[in-house]
């Protein structure tokens, strides 16, 4: 089976449900979080921010539950079928990458005889054994259309053949295979790698394991309904791959057992990953609670425990058979009905991009576009990147005038044709220039994160984006944002008051389950990139 989770950049206001009324403060000052190991439910949302009305409750007349229980089957298509096994009620939250599964009924019949269901669409045949668990003699779905290139599958089947998916990305590294069974124990910049399998395969089948991944509310947010938290099963001589240790406990704690972790993680809202005991006698620290877990690798003295949540899958198995043969196209069209459309990008996203990593100011834009201009060649979205120089670099001389400061004035003379028609673009402006101490990024430089442009590059980033969007470009930023919202940024007072944080907090950390922290960067910090900055869209590398 395959298994693979979306990530994405929002980089314009999502469409907004009613206000959300105040939440109670949790842990550290934040509004209680919204998802994996909750302190308390959200308010509801009104509606769910989508444009399109996606629904996960599948036609009931497209459910077939095997009489023996514990089984149920969803024809979603007559090549797309979802198989689930659970002891509880079955799963019929979304999750991250399934969010709707009210499609029109494929024709398809069904039937019990013999100990085995057996469902027939116009393309496949489905054969379940009654009352038992998954496994290859119990699950196989067998091709009935002659034209297509799908023969055969069983639970548990290898896939030589998938066409390969994603790597979270190539930083620090050579050739990476997008195999992730050949790459999976290579990192990028010290995390997980985030390999996903693809959608599409020369085996002419893939199924798709949704059951690690977490279930969505109504609101499209983490769940808070699916179950308490609590710990997962001890695997003995395992270790956690790329963990991230719970904010409670930077550096691990000491406790008596395996028990007492647990009962540390249950304890510690913020241990929404699970635990690793180190089973050595003596050892201190010997436990960490842990916020994630990448992966898992051997480790003879090691006990890794996964944590479920009410955000957690209630199937043992929730597997999703896309069985289209060579039929790409058709597998990748039966994935969007259920995974959710893709968003068009804009128009001029398909022109001509000025990207370089390099700290460019405002003054070197205006030189850029000049050079554009005088070679008459177009340019349609102009990318503000970074660059990264050792601390060690010597500051430029500082300009005439002293004091590290210097005021010019600019006139910049364009003459732009658009949409057949031709105008002449003057613009001038006056700022003061602050010789910077070094230069590496176009935000400011506490920190590699950043949300703020540095004013010894961008004196008035208002009227440098402006004058670019009146030439009609695009412009994208690139932002790092795992380092959260700091208090040197320019919208973190609004920011903090917005959340209610306590006098003297600074910071307020990168948090994606909390709804509250995630709407607030987006609508306070975000939203003056977008609105008051011109900013179009942003990337997060």
């Known amino acids: ?43 509801p949302l009104t509606a769910a921010p989508d444009l399109i009305p996606y629904d996960p409750l599948a036609d009931p007349a497209a459910v077939v539950v095997a009489s023996s229980g514990g089984a149920r089957f969803t024809v979603l298509t007559d090549r797309l079928i979802r198989m689930e096994q659970s002891s509880a009620p079955f799963e019929d939250r979304s999750t991250l990458a399934v969010l709707n599964r009210k499609l029109p009924v494929p024709s398809f019949t069904h039937s019990e005889s013999g100990g085995v269901l057996t469902i027939t669409t116009a393309s496949v045949a489905l054969y379940y054994t009654l009352g038992q668990p998954f496994s290859p003699t119990s699950l196989t779905v067998k091709g009935v259309d002659a034209g297509s290139a799908f023969k055969h599958w069983s639970f548990g089947d290898s896939f030589p053949g ?16 997008l195999n992730c069974t050949l790459n999976a124990n290579v990192d990028d910049n010290g995390e997980y790698n985030h390999c996903e399998w693809g959608l599409v395969s020369r085996d002419g089948w893939v199924v798709y394991d949704d ?32 963990p991230a240790n719970s904010a409670a406990y930077p550096t691990g704690t000491t406790v008596a057992d395996a028990g007492a972790c647990c009962a540390a993680c249950l304890a510690d809202p913020g241990c929404t990953g699970g635990y690793v005991f180190d089973t050595n006698t003596g050892e201190s620290p010997n436990c960490w609670p842990l916020a994630s877990v990448g992966g898992e690798k051997a480790a003879s003295n090691r006990i890794l425990s996964l944590s479920t949540n009410p955000a957690s899958n209630t199937d043992a198995h929730d597997l999703y058979g896309l069985f289209h043969g060579h039929d790409y196209f058709g597998a990748i069209a039966d994935y969007t ?21 390099y700290d460019y100011s405002s003054q070197d834009n205006l030189k850029l576009v000049d050079d554009y201009e005088s070679r008459r060649i177009p340019l349609d979205v102009f990318v503000i990147d970074m660059c990264v120089r050792p601390n060690t670099i010597s500051p430029p001389p500082p300009p005439p005038g002293g004091a590290g400061r210097h005021t010019h004035t600019h006139t910049h003379t364009h003459k732009k044709r658009q949409r057949g028609a031709s105008f002449t673009l003057t613009h001038t402006h006056s700022h003061t220039q602050i010789a910077p101490a070094r230069l590496r990024d176009w935000h400011k430089k506490n920190d590699w994160s950043g ?8 004196p008035s980033p208002e009227d440098a984006m402006a004058y670019l ?50 709407y607030a960067v987006e609508d306070i910090v975000l939203g003056d990139l977008l609105y008051k900055k011109f900013v179009d869209f942003m990337w997060s590398a």
Not at 162 to 177: E, V, Y
Not at 221 to 240: I, N
Not at 451 to 458: G, I, V, W
Request: net charge positive; hydrophobic share 40%.
């Open 1 to 43: 089976m395959l298994s693979f989770c979306f990530f994405a950049t929002v980089s314009a206001a999502l469409v907004r449900p009613s206000p959300r009324p105040a939440q109670t403060s949790g842990p550290g000052g934040l509004p209680s979080r919204v998802g994996p190991g909750a302190v308390q439910a959200p308010p």
């Open 162 to 177: 998938n066409l390969l998916g994603t790597i979270r990305g190539q930083d620090g590294q050579s050739a990476t295979p």
């Open 211 to 242: 059951t690690p991944n977490v279930c969505l509310d109504g609101s499209g947010w983490w769940s808070t309904t699916g179950g308490s938290r609590s710990c997962g099963k001890q695997m003995a001589s395992t270790d956690a791959a790329n």
């Open 337 to 357: 009905k259920i995974g959710g459309k893709t968003i068009m990008v804009p128009r001029y996203a398909s022109g001509i991009w000025n990207s370089r990593w």
């Open 451 to 458: 949300f703020t442009f540095d004013p010894a590059l961008y």
């Open 469 to 518: 969007k009146a030439l009609g470009m695009g412009i994208t930023i690139n932002i790092h944002d795992a380092s959260g919202v700091n208090n040197w940024e320019l919208m973190f007072p609004e920011l903090a008051a917005a959340l209610g944080l306590p006098a003297g907090a600074t910071k307020v950390p990168f948090n994606l389950v909390n709804a509250s922290v995630a």
